[in-house]
């Protein structure tokens, strides 16, 4: 009797364990940063697959972005990279990336949905792939808005709305129309400090990043135009001196003065629609206007975010299938319509944003427009295989003309044999 | 011995226990039992070491942890950090980075003109020195005179001597980013100092934003933030001077100016020399609070050796690590020959 007790004690107890054991979900972390309220829409999003898949948990590491450019690379790098992340800077993690092909429900679906060049865009350059290493979650393109409410206050006429060819000229001289009109506090122009977005309005004033065989010279008449627009800018007084000097080597948007309502135009992108629709409402009368033309025509920059899965994980199988959810029609078309994202996916039809601010529907129509006519050097720029060395060395060496340190020719040198450095030390690598 | 009779034992035992001391006693007992079990284990694990390596050998088991450490943490880094120096490519590993000999540094030293770094083919090192050396020269400077007027003035009999000192002290207390970013809140564009400035009718200061005062809020602050740690110690130098030299200067009718340079002075020139070594150190060393600052703005005006060796091998889009760590071998032979020199002359100042 005593024995058979202790014997069903064990098998109590061993059953208890394995059934803990069993409970143990796996734990998948996610990096991810925010501009607006997307962290916030996929962790709902992921909340409901967890609830539907027990046995995984994803941790979404919500980080600043500076994280995503500077820290991220390292992490993955020296072996610790999280099993996924939404990145901006596809090329960087080339190699690194899982090949979630074999894992996923239906690869063709991906390929039908997701646009080629995006997919390319992560495989390593070189090698004949067909590997799947994530999805662009995301669609940018760059452009200006206008503050309306203070072109009106100041009784300055909004270029765009009389003429489809607004010149950078046109732009800067009626914004500082506006600013001068107001006085102290409000500024008429500002450009994120960042290489991606000085590269629209320097394409469109005619700069030619790209020749034919893809190598890069960056001293063309176009290029010096609009460098010394913005160093007027800063120089004149026209724009927010902190935007651009007051942040270090790092990027820095100037979205903070447009959400205060200082600022008459500002340069960045179709990103900022969430944050603008959550942070200035209808507390002022805000709206996209077209990419101003110029020499080189009218073009913004493609961009945007890709979710990607890295090889180091130790759970392929739940990671694709966490992909594969997040990738599915029905759930990417939530997440795009509760994030005012301009989606990545090529199949998912009409969307109903939800958003009831006419502000919010006029930017992203005005975007979706936009993105019909981005021009290739553009394209070249953020997906080709030389666009990773430029962005930065131009933001810091122009920056360095805004405070003296160098002229815009030497500045102009610099920025080329930087780019042919770091070419080189890529190409050895 | 008489015997105590058993009720009576009982009862002292009972009375003894229930005694605070005798609880204190027990616990001590306890404790005691617990480390002879503890020291009886050591002992019989290295008894049989120290038999077979003697009592001096003895002294490397025990300082074998410190040294794995060391070696870890500080020695291994070093090593790679030699071995990084001579090789390129952006791979991080170092299997995988080609070896190119002294490339990085002669790319580094490649100058027209080392005073102007425009002509240098790596600008942005040779700005972070020239921006060092300034830095140096100036943050230096102030901090030991401030912190010597400090440290004469908490030396006489004030009233609240005690509370001043911890003044003085509590701001070395403070992590650098939190002084960094008090600071900021009130240098910024619409900062504290800007909002007495403009309610002063003048146009606001681009206190963090033109290069020429940033790096003057940059030693500012810097020496307000570490001024009170050095005060302390030439304190200390000042209280060892004993007080008949003053005492003995006086009946000879010395003014107190003579006293400061004849006694003063030379006595603390000991103490000084230990204050000048570590401040320059850590000026040479500059970082953290710059960075949490003006992040080395604006343009490269505060950008210092230590952010460069940074933002080229962390921070850029391609991670140079062979020219960061060239910049970090030069940095480091500079720290060393600076160190020596200040030690050989410490010892040729020092009263014997």
């Known amino acids: ?429 | 011995m008489a015997s105590i009779p058993p009720t009576a034992a009982r009862k002292k035992i009972k009375r003894s226990v229930s005694s605070p001391a005798d609880v204190l006693r027990l616990v001590g007992q306890f404790f005691e039992a617990v480390y002879q079990v503890f020291v009886n284990i050591i002992d019989f694990l290295m008894h049989p070491l120290q038999n077979r390596l003697g009592v001096r050998g003895m002294a490397y088991v025990f300082v074998l942890p410190n040294l794995l450490i060391f070696g870890v943490f500080i020695l291994l880094p070093m090593l790679l950090n030699f071995y990084y120096a001579f090789t390129g490519s952006t791979n991080l590993y170092p299997a995988d980075r080609p070896f190119v000999g002294l490339e990085n540094l002669s790319r580094l030293f490649s100058c027209g003109n080392f005073l102007d770094p425009n002509t240098c083919e790596v600008d942005v090192f040779w700005r972070a020195v020239s921006n060092t050396g300034g830095y140096v020269i100036f943050q230096v400077t102030t901090m030991i005179l401030m912190s010597l007027i400090s440290a004469l003035a908490l030396n006489r009999k004030l009233a609240g001597q005690g509370f001043f000192r911890s003044v003085f002290f509590y701001p070395v207390l403070l992590s650098p980013v939190v002084v960094a970013l008090i600071w900021k809140w009130i240098l910024q564009q619409d900062g504290l100092l800007n909002a007495l400035v403009v309610s002063l009718g003048q146009e606001r200061v681009g206190f963090l934003l033109s290069p020429q005062w940033a790096q003057f809020w940059v030693v500012v602050i810097s020496v307000w933030a570490q001024m009170g740690f050095y005060t302390l110690i030439l304190l200390a130098g000042l209280q060892a001077i004993p007080s008949e030299l003053y005492e003995a200067a006086s009946i000879d009718g010395a003014s107190q100016t003579q006293s400061f340079w004849r006694i003063t002075l030379p006595l603390l020139m000991p103490t000084m020399f230990v204050v000048i070594v570590l401040s320059l150190i850590r000026a040479v060393q500059v970082f953290d609070q710059v960075f949490a600052l003006t992040g080395g703005g604006p343009g490269t005006a505060t950008t210092y050796m230590v952010q460069y060796i940074y933002d080229v091998g962390l921070a850029s889009q391609t991670n140079q690590y062979g020219i960061a760590s060239a910049a970090s071998l030069v940095m480091a032979f500079f720290l060393l020959l600076l160190t020596a020199v200040q030690l050989r002359l410490g010892r040729n100042s020092e009263i014997t």
């Open chain 1, 1 to 429: 009797m005593k024995r058979l007790v202790t014997l069903v004690v064990l098998a109590l107890l061993v059953m208890g364990t394995m059934s803990v054991y069993g409970q143990d979900a796996v734990e998948l972390r996610f990096a991810w940063y925010s501009d607006g309220n997307e962290g916030e829409v996929v962790r709902d999003l992921l909340d409901r697959f967890e609830a539907d898949n027990p046995d995984i948990t994803v941790i979404l590491d919500e980080q600043p972005y500076t994280y995503i450019l500077e820290q991220l690379p390292l992490q993955v790098e020296a072996g610790e990279a999280p099993d996924m992340a939404r990145i901006t800077a596809g090329e960087r993690y080339r190699g690194f990336y899982l090949d979630l092909r074999p894992y996923l429900a239906d690869p063709a679906y991906w390929e039908a949905s997701f646009p080629a060049a995006v997919l390319e865009w992560l495989r390593p350059v070189g090698e004949e792939s067909d590997a799947i290493h994530g999805f662009p979650n995301q669609f940018t393109v760059t452009g200006p808005y206008i503050n309306r409410t203070l072109f009106e206050q100041a009784g300055v006429e909004v270029p765009s709305d009389s003429s489809d060819a607004v010149s950078w000229a046109e732009w800067t001289e009626a914004a500082t129309a506006v600013a001068e009109a107001l006085g102290e506090g409000t500024f008429a122009v500002a450009i994120d400090r960042s290489g991606h977005r000085f590269a629209g309005p320097a394409f469109s004033s005619g700069a030619v990043y790209f020749d034919d065989e893809g190598s890069v010279t960056i001293d063309t008449p176009g290029f010096r135009s609009f460098a010394q627009t913005l160093v007027d800018w800063h120089a004149n007084g026209l724009t927010p001196l902190d935007v651009w000097l007051g942040s270090g080597g790092t990027y820095a948007a100037a979205a903070p003065y447009f959400i205060n309502g200082q600022l008459a135009l500002y340069m960045s992108g179709s990103w900022q629609i969430s944050n603008f629709a959550t942070n200035i409402g209808d507390a002022f009368d805000w709206e996209a206007v077209p990419n101003p033309t110029g020499e080189g025509g009218s073009t913004g920059m493609p961009g945007g975010t890709a979710v990607v899965a890295f090889a180091q994980t130790e759970h392929p199988a739940e990671v694709a299938r966490v992909m594969d959810y997040l990738a599915s029609v029905d759930v990417y078309r939530e997440f795009a319509e509760r994030t005012l994202f301009i989606p990545g996916h090529q199949g998912l039809g009409e969307l109903n944003y939800q958003t009831e601010l006419p502000a919010a529907k006029q930017a992203l129509g005005m975007f979706a427009a936009e993105a019909l006519h981005i021009s290739d050097q553009a394209y070249m720029l953020q997906f080709g295989p030389s666009g990773f060395a430029i962005n930065n060395p131009v933001r810091d060496r122009l920056t360095q003309v805004i405070t003296g340190e160098l002229t815009l020719d030497d500045a102009i040198t610099r920025i080329q044999e930087d780019i042919d450095t770091a070419l080189a030390t890529a190409a050895s690598s």
